[in-house]
């Protein structure tokens, strides 16, 4: 049943995520992490899109051109960039994300790849974040965590 492989690798990536936020002192946001995976929008979606190597998200993007889920989780997740983007008058308008935001976006990387056994944050950072958009100073921030 492909809800409950989902909710194991919810699971899986809490625990790897936790253990790093821990590491930082991020006790609460190791606890809260993802939270809104387990909503009815996000999980339904990602059970329907599982496929278990990689995101329920990108799966569904390839068969509608967006996903529910991800629309949701961005929205009410301040460790990914796009909750710290407006647009203002056609301008995209990144804004700087503090820090512990920054540290716990880090963790999340980690937790990811070894969630979809890539094993390698530093691989996956650099193939995910091409097209991110940030400020220069909260993007170097994140960089100088790999070094």
Request: net charge positive; with cysteine; aromatic share 14%.
């Amino acid at each position: 049943m492909k809800i409950l492989k989902q909710i194991k690798i919810i699971l899986r990536h809490k625990y790897y995520v936790g253990i790093e936020c821990f590491k930082l002192g991020l006790y609460w946001q190791g606890i809260t992490h993802d939270l809104s995976k387990f909503s009815l929008v996000e999980l339904l979606e990602s059970s329907k899109y599982y496929v278990g190597t990689s995101s329920p998200i990108d799966e569904a993007r390839k068969e509608k051109g967006y996903s529910e889920a991800w629309l949701h989780h961005k929205g009410r997740n301040k460790h990914h960039w796009p909750y710290w983007v407006d647009f203002v008058n056609g301008k995209v308008i990144p804004l700087e994300i503090p820090d512990k935001y920054i540290k716990e976006m880090y963790c999340d990387i980690i937790g990811a790849s070894k969630s979809y056994k890539t094993n390698n944050p530093l691989k996956y950072f650099e193939e995910n974040s091409k097209n991110w958009i940030m400020t220069e100073n909260s993007l170097k921030k994140l960089r100088e965590m790999f070094n």
